[in-house]
Nanobody, 116 residues
Framework: QVQLVESGGGLVQAGGSLRLSCAASGRTYYMAWFRQPPGKEREFVVAFRWTDGGTWLADSVKGRFTIAGDNPKNTVNLQMNNLKPEDTAVYYC????????????WGQGTQVTVSS
């Protein structure tokens, strides 16, 4: 069982930056961030693979968001720059311990609000 603890988030003006962190209680294979905007379904944002540092980004955040892993701490950091009001959402960290498609482990979520 892997537990995920998220930190960061908050309120920022459009064009600003925020950083989210997610610490896992053990080793994982992939860690990812999803988000759920108000009144919408949860959507993929970014994924990180520990073995080679591979990253995958949703088109909507390419060029603005980056993810990096801190190996000794089993932590990933999501740097969000040039934030837009449409980035407003609850952001969830997720993890999996193998190459399967599902993410069985989820954090509690953290609110990101971008004002215009």
């Amino acid at each position: 069982q892997v537990q995920l603890v998220e930190s960061g988030g908050g309120l920022v003006q459009a064009g600003g930056s925020l950083r989210l962190s997610c610490a896992a209680s053990g080793r994982t294979y992939y860690m990812a961030w999803f988000r759920q905007p108000p009144g919408k379904e949860r959507e993929f944002v970014v994924a990180f693979r520990w073995t080679d540092g591979g990253t995958w980004l949703a088109d909507s955040v390419k060029g603005r968001f980056t993810i990096a892993g801190d190996n000794p701490k089993n932590t990933v950091n999501l740097q969000m720059n040039n934030l837009k009001p449409e980035d407003t959402a609850v952001y969830y960290c997720a993890a999996k311990t193998g190459p399967g498609t599902a993410y069985p482990y989820w954090g509690q979520g953290t609110q990101v609000t971008v004002s215009s």
